[in-house]
């Protein structure tokens, strides 16, 4: 039984266009992340939020941004899709940002921009 | 940044075989290194983790040692089975914020 969904799957883009990954996560975490998995650079960060705020953004470009309208939810958008924009975007929670502990992970969303 | 490296990238065994997956880090402030299983289109998984202050921890067939002062780490499956097939990632964090991971081993236990 996932605790953390994301949606969709698998989805498919044109170059230019604009996708919103959905993250919901069950977990009562208040920690929530982003990282994209790809062939060139395996799991890397993107960004992190802890209440609803943005505590860390490792991604250099403005194109993609995170967005949490509720506390279990943390939704990315990415416009001006690009080729390079394809990988698998991973979601993940954890109790609480700043101390240490596993994080728990959804299932991806694997995005194709042609 | 920390950076994170495994060996071996990939690894072929026949069950039963035991394995050893090493990883090290470069940023001596990471205090918390989890480690995470990956099997093909699935999520990652917790399996086992270390803090800085411990030199080994033991979870069923999985053992784990670590090395503060050669930054060193390796993962030590024994017994394996099949169901072990699965990228295995390493990872250091200095806080939870920002886990910086390895680029994997590919493990392979052949029946």
């Known amino acids: 039984d996932p605790k953390i969904i994301q949606k969709p799957k698998y989805l498919v883009a044109v170059t230019g266009s604009e996708k919103i990954l959905i993250c919901e996560q069950y977990?009562?975490?208040?920690?929530m992340y982003w990282y994209r998995q790809s062939a060139k650079k395996p799991l890397e960060f993107m960004f992190s939020?802890?209440?609803?705020?943005?505590?860390d953004n490792q991604t250099a470009s403005s194109r993609f941004q995170p967005q949490s309208s509720k506390k279990n939810h943390l939704d990315l958008q990415i416009t001006a899709l690009k080729p390079d924009d394809s990988a698998t975007y991973f979601c993940?929670?954890?109790?609480?940002?700043?101390?240490?502990?596993?994080?728990?992970f959804g299932e991806g969303s694997k995005l194709t921009v042609l | 940044g920390e950076q994170v490296e495994q060996l071996p990238s990939s690894l072929i065994v026949q069950e039963g075989a035991s394995v050893l997956i090493n990883c090290s880090y470069t940023?001596?402030?990471?205090?918390?290194f989890p480690w995470y299983k990956q099997e093909p289109g699935k999520r990652l998984q917790f399996i086992i983790d270390?803090?800085?202050?411990?030199e080994r921890k033991q979870n069923q067939r999985l053992t784990l040692l670590f090395d503060k002062k050669t930054k060193h780490l390796s993962l030590h499956i024994t017994a394996t089975q099949p169901g072990d097939s699965a990228i295995y990632f390493c990872?250091?964090?200095?806080?939870?914020?920002?886990?910086?991971f390895g680029d994997g081993t590919q493990l392979v236990v052949k029946p």
């Open positions: 993940a929670s954890s109790q609480e940002r700043g101390g240490t502990g596993q994080l728990y």
């Open positions: 977990l009562g975490h208040n920690a």
């Open positions: 939020y802890s209440y609803q705020k943005l505590m």
């Open positions: 940023d001596s402030a990471s205090v918390y």
């Open positions: 270390i803090r800085s202050n411990m």
């Open positions: 990872s250091a964090s200095i806080n939870n914020n920002r886990i910086f």
